[in-house]
């Protein structure tokens, strides 16, 4: 009972902060793009901020390393060949972007010191997380496992020097819950979605002009025109304007080396089909998913597609080489995950039932109508024309 009375005044406290934002406003509204990351990541009242579970059971979704150690051994080994094709330096950094309870972190720097030492001494492992809840899970999580056998740091994108890293940044399920700017057309225009209060003080969205030219700018990058016949009046979408800043920024930090993105989204001719007329954002809260982010408030998590095309372009844009993309069960089975599931025909000293589970586990994630439809893109930094053309593992089966 107690639990749900702070998440109700943590709901209050935030639906506050946000009326006085549209209050103080010349215009009284504000973008969606805002209230999303006010709602998302507000140092107090956020749902990343606040003390609750967000992943696994007890949480509102389940990522992929909750599914087993597997796949942050399959990465491990991605990692690995990354390493060699730079010829194994002495100083190689892993940057995982929102690494939620650490888990995924965990599983890879087990996985390498057991597989690859040479890999693991060579390795500094970095970790950039907005929530101090998170962190302090991800702290836990890492001693416990790792204890002093290696260094990790936690920090700021903004803290890490241009041209510093040599190695590989890497996300899973992170720029799905950037904050999104909605826009819609009307009458062959296109126009933003907008929150304000009605007359009960209750948010409420209306219709205006771009907020920014950064909206048409992007459409352009992508060569998608909403305003053209084919798309039906009313046709509502997604543009995610962070993503490009966050892939600008990762070209000024990397020197050489990779960036791994895993995350669900489309190509920009998929993403914008005009048959997808309501966009691809998606609320999940207690395991349970809807479209309705203003139920709520705080307490559940804001998703939208990525658009695999725009970080391809804008990355190229900003001097990082778009090398491949693929779905995450091609990724895997690459990587060896088909063999980890063939090993289970096999006997072992495991039960029938822990085998069925594994297998359940393994096979959620290349599911085809889940976790395996994922998106996995490749790019790099610095790379030379031999190091270019090695194909990556992981990268077998491009789609």
Known sequence: MNNLIMEYKNNLNLCDFIAQKIIENPQNRITFADYMNWVLYHPEHGYYSINKPKLG??????????????????????????WEILDCPNSFTLVEMGAGQGILASDILLYIQKKYPDFFNSLNYIIIEKSNFLKAQQQHQLQKTLAASIS??????????????????????LVDAFPVHQ??????????????LDSEIKFKEIIGQLSTLKITEYFKLINIDLCSNIYPEGYRTEVNLVALEWIKTLASKLNQGFILTLDYGYTSQRYYLPS????????????????????????????????????????QYWGVDPLN????????????????????????????????????CLHSLIDPMGLGNFGVLLQSKGLSPSQQQIPLKGFSFPI
């Open 152 to 173: 990790i740091q936690w920090c700021d994108l903004e803290d890490i020097p241009n041209n510093k890293i040599s190695g590989c940044f890497f996300s899973n399920e």
């Open 183 to 196: 826009v819609i057309v009307q009458n062959q225009q296109l126009q933003e979605i907008y929150i304000t």
């Open 57 to 82: 059971a007890e949480g509102d979704f389940v990522t992929s390393p909750y599914l087993g150690s597997d796949f942050g051994e399959m990465l491990a080994e991605q990692f690995f060949q990354m």
């Open 276 to 315: 997808r007329r309501e966009g691809t954002l998606q609320c999940y809260y207690q395991h349970q998913y809807h479209s309705d982010p203003y139920l709520n408030i705080g307490r559940q998590d804001i998703t939208a597609h990525i658009n695999f095309t725009a970080l391809q372009i804008y990355g």
């Open 325 to 360: 993309l693929t779905q995450q069960a091609l990724f895997l089975m690459a990587l060896g995950l088909g063999d980890r599931i063939a090993a289970l025909s096999q006997p072992s000293e495991y039960s029938i039932s822990e085998v069925l589970k594994r297998r359940e």
